[in-house]
């Protein structure tokens, strides 16, 4: 029983693989999709009406500039309004308020929603904002968006194909550079955007909003069932929803609008949890729909792979957990552990396209990746538990991801607000790591050997993702403490005393 389990595990993670060749060769070879053939004024016989809505809730350090760079899209002022869809609880709210007036004193319309009894976190926003709109299209951004001012006028024509619900943008990066954590975050991202995304897309698969930089035909919202806080992937379950009803999505890769990924690794991890379970809800949710769609096969096939994406975390640690006992029996089945080459070369594929097309550099394309494997391994195990709690219906809330504003190096967030406590997770991967090494080191003989250096990729990522969370939470109260001293030097002098 545990061989076959072993082995089934070993070989979806190679079709995996299997498939990320498959969008990497998409991306190379395949033709781009055509763009719109006339620009925004002769797309539509009067310019549409477009709502901006912007989910906040306690950004008190992004979203001054969120609201700067929204109202300065380029869009006549009377066909364009801005939603600010406030659930803060700090003194964002007072913030947004100051802002909002100076804004209207511009000229510029917006409104500021706020709900007496907040439910269903941003889908619940959203939701209950969408009846007051009557607008044609909706443009959605999260708080550390930062659009370009042509973002609408260069979107909207893509709409001209009345099939067409929702276009994408593609997500840049305004701290990128800023650490080791943020430039791998990046190049995760842009592989799932300058291939992933943009591979589907090609072939007429379906793609998922991305929950912002995206524009909504409100038609399509309201025919696919509207905002659904069922999942804690609001977008990627509406997207499905309406592609199944038979709209087309659109994704535009050459329009990069920036925002701010996670500097904290607590941050991140929690960002990667909400991701990995919402994901995994979501597939339970459509998946009995899907399969019973009239779709073409190849269809079907890349939205299962898209929605049981996060499963394959599920699945490395499996082959971890198998591993050693399978080796102790000497299974004939140890034979197919190459096929996890398969896996890891479908993603350096795929990654690597991304980081080549920014950097150019041989260096900087095999550090970058080899980084990559060991973040994806050592985030599996927190990602396996929140695909297994989202297989099991277990409910939790929707926790966001702090931003502090932060594109330098020179920009510290150590002593700001919204700062995430260190996660218990950190000394289970800590564990973890420790006994894969002790493994790895008497795996030097005999019988586990054909498996040995696959422990030692697992030993080194989950000691690099607690290693990171340590280190990061020890410089946080490092500069609490040094803070405190500064504002009250009194407690030096006390605690030299002591």
Same mark, same amino acid.
């Given at each position: 029983?545990?061989?076959?389990? +072993?082995?089934?595990?070993?070989?979806?993670?190679?079709?995996?693989?299997?498939?990320?060749?498959?969008?990497?060769?998409?991306?190379?070879?395949?033709?781009?999709?055509?763009?719109?053939?006339?620009?925004?004024?002769?797309?539509?016989?009067?310019?549409?009406?477009?709502?901006?809505?912007?989910?906040?809730?306690?950004?008190?350090?992004?979203?001054?500039?969120?609201?700067?760079?929204?109202?300065?899209?380029?869009?006549?002022?009377?066909?364009?309004?801005?939603?600010?869809? %406030?659930?803060? %609880?700090?003194?964002?709210?007072?913030?947004?308020?100051?802002?909002?007036?100076?804004?209207?004193? *511009?000229?510029?319309?917006?409104?500021?929603?706020?709900?007496?009894?907040?439910?269903?976190?941003?889908?619940?926003?959203?939701?209950?904002?969408?009846?007051?709109?009557?607008?044609?299209?909706?443009?959605?951004?999260?708080?550390?968006?930062?659009?370009?001012?042509?973002?609408?006028?260069?979107?909207?024509?893509?709409?001209?194909?009345?099939?067409?619900?929702?276009?994408?943008?593609?997500?840049?990066?305004?701290?990128?550079?800023?650490?080791?954590?943020?430039?791998?975050?990046?190049?995760?991202?842009?592989?799932?955007?300058?291939?992933?995304?943009?591979? *589907?897309?090609?072939?007429?698969?379906?793609?998922?909003?991305?929950?912002?930089?995206?524009?909504?035909?409100?038609?399509?919202?309201?025919?696919?069932?509207?905002?659904?806080?069922?999942?804690?992937?609001?977008?990627?379950?509406?997207? +499905?929803?309406?592609?199944?009803?038979?709209?087309?999505?659109?994704?535009?890769?050459?329009?990069?609008?920036?925002?701010?990924?996670?500097?904290?690794?607590?941050? +991140?991890?929690?960002?990667?949890?909400?991701?990995?379970?919402?994901?995994?809800?979501?597939?339970?949710?459509?998946?009995?729909?899907?399969?019973?769609?009239?779709?073409?096969?190849?269809?079907?096939?890349?939205?299962?792979?898209?929605?049981?994406?996060?499963?394959?975390?599920?699945?490395?640690?499996?082959?971890?957990?198998?591993?050693?006992?399978?080796?102790?029996?000497?299974?004939?089945?140890?034979?197919?552990?190459?096929?996890?080459?398969?896996?890891?070369?479908?993603?350096?594929?795929?990654?690597?396209?991304?980081?080549?097309?920014?950097?150019?550099?041989?260096?900087?394309?095999?550090?970058?990746?080899?980084?990559?494997?060991?973040?994806?391994?050592?985030?599996?195990?927190?990602?396996?538990?929140?695909?297994?709690?989202?297989?099991?219906?277990?409910?939790?809330?929707?926790?966001?991801?702090?931003?502090?504003?932060?594109?330098?190096?020179? %920009?510290?967030?150590?002593?700001?607000?919204?700062?995430?406590?260190?996660?218990?997770?950190?000394?289970?991967?800590?564990?973890?790591?420790?006994?894969?090494?002790?493994?790895?080191?008497?795996?030097?003989?005999?019988?586990?050997?054909?498996?040995?250096?696959?422990?030692?990729?697992?030993?080194?990522?989950?000691?690099?993702?607690?290693?990171?969370?340590?280190?990061?939470?020890?410089?946080?109260?490092?500069?609490?403490?040094?803070?405190?001293?500064?504002?009250?030097?009194?407690?030096?002098?006390?605690?030299?005393?002591?």
């Amino acid at each position: 029983m545990l061989e076959w389990l +072993y082995a089934i595990c070993v070989l979806i993670l190679a079709a995996y693989g299997l498939n990320s060749f498959v969008l990497t060769l998409i991306y190379w070879f395949h033709p781009r999709t055509e763009k719109p053939t006339a620009d925004l004024p002769r797309t539509f016989a009067s310019l549409p009406s477009v709502t901006v809505q912007l989910p906040v809730y306690n950004e008190r350090y992004v979203v001054e500039r969120l609201l700067s760079a929204v109202s300065s899209l380029e869009y006549p002022h009377d066909r364009f309004l801005i939603q600010v869809l %406030d659930d803060s %609880d700090d003194d964002t709210s007072v913030m947004v308020d100051k802002i909002a007036a100076r804004l209207r004193a *511009r000229g510029v319309r917006i409104e500021v929603c706020r709900r007496g009894e907040p439910h269903g976190f941003k889908a619940g926003a959203l939701k209950d904002a969408s009846d007051s709109v009557q607008a044609d299209f909706i443009a959605i951004f999260d708080a550390d968006f930062l659009p370009p001012r042509d973002f609408l006028v260069r979107l909207l024509p893509y709409f001209a194909d009345p099939n067409v619900g929702c276009v994408q943008a593609r997500w840049g990066h305004v701290n990128g550079n800023y650490s080791l954590l943020t430039r791998l975050q990046s190049a995760g991202i842009d592989g799932h955007f300058i291939v992933e995304q943009e591979a *589907r897309n090609r072939m007429g698969w379906f793609i998922g909003f991305n929950g912002s930089a995206g524009i909504w035909r409100r038609a399509c919202i309201e025919d696919a069932g509207g905002w659904q806080a069922d999942t804690l992937t609001e977008d990627l379950d509406l997207s +499905y929803r309406a592609q199944l009803k038979g709209w087309t999505f659109r994704f535009v890769a050459d329009l990069v609008v920036p925002a701010e990924v996670p500097v904290q690794f607590d941050a +991140y991890r929690r960002q990667q949890f909400r991701w990995a379970k919402g994901s995994v809800q979501t597939l339970k949710k459509t998946l009995p729909v899907l399969l019973r769609a009239r779709l073409p096969f190849a269809v079907k096939l890349q939205a299962v792979f898209h929605l049981a994406g996060y499963l394959i975390h599920v699945l490395i640690v499996l082959v971890f957990l198998l591993a050693i006992p399978m080796a102790l029996m000497h299974s004939a089945l140890l034979g197919i552990v190459p096929y996890l080459t398969i896996s890891m070369l479908g993603a350096m594929a795929l990654y690597g396209t991304s980081v080549w097309r920014h950097s150019r550099s041989v260096l900087t394309l095999v550090s970058t990746l080899g980084m990559l494997v060991l973040l994806g391994t050592g985030m599996s195990l927190n990602n396996t538990r929140a695909a297994v709690e989202a297989l099991l219906g277990v409910r939790s809330g929707f926790r966001r991801t702090p931003k502090f504003d932060v594109r330098t190096a020179e %920009d510290d967030w150590h002593g700001k607000q919204y700062t995430l406590p260190g996660d218990p997770m950190v000394w289970i991967e800590g564990a973890t790591a420790l006994v894969a090494f002790l493994i790895f080191m008497l795996g030097q003989i005999e019988p586990w050997w054909r498996v040995n250096q696959w422990i030692l990729i697992y030993a080194l990522g989950y000691g690099f993702v607690a290693g990171l969370s340590v280190y990061q939470s020890t410089v946080r109260q490092h500069a609490r403490r040094s803070r405190a001293l500064v504002a009250h030097p009194d407690m030096h002098d006390v605690s030299m005393a002591d």
